[in-house]
């Protein structure tokens, strides 16, 4: 794609767990965020704006709705985490305690 003609954006959202919606988009130049999710067809602003949702390009969350997009950007809208992923893990490697000599091993 040329200069002038647009750009071609990707939006994401991870409706839930292992459910994905994607939708390629063709927006002007100089679009931003809240152009992008408004032209995917998505009734998600006002998830966004309560906090539901969080918006992220490329995995960097995007404080502002006006952020500027480019060219082949990838625009992700998220749900927050239920659990610290710290935790989580910490709380499964004491369900399954030391099966199995692993990383924790003890080494002679």
Known sequence: ????????????????????????????????????LLSSGWDVLAAVAAGE?????????VEGLHAPLRDGDRVELTRPLRVDPKVARRERFQRQGARAPGLFARRC
């Not at 292992?18 to 063709?26: A, G, H, K, N, T």
């Not at 949702?53 to 969350?61: F, T």
Request: overall charge positive.
């Open 1 to 36: 794609m040329g200069p002038g003609e647009g750009m071609q954006v990707e939006v994401v959202w991870a409706v839930a767990p292992r459910q994905v919606r994607e939708s390629r988009l063709q927006l002007p130049d100089g679009a931003t965020v809240q152009q992008a």
């Open 53 to 61: 949702l969080a918006v992220s390009v490329w995995g960097r969350r």
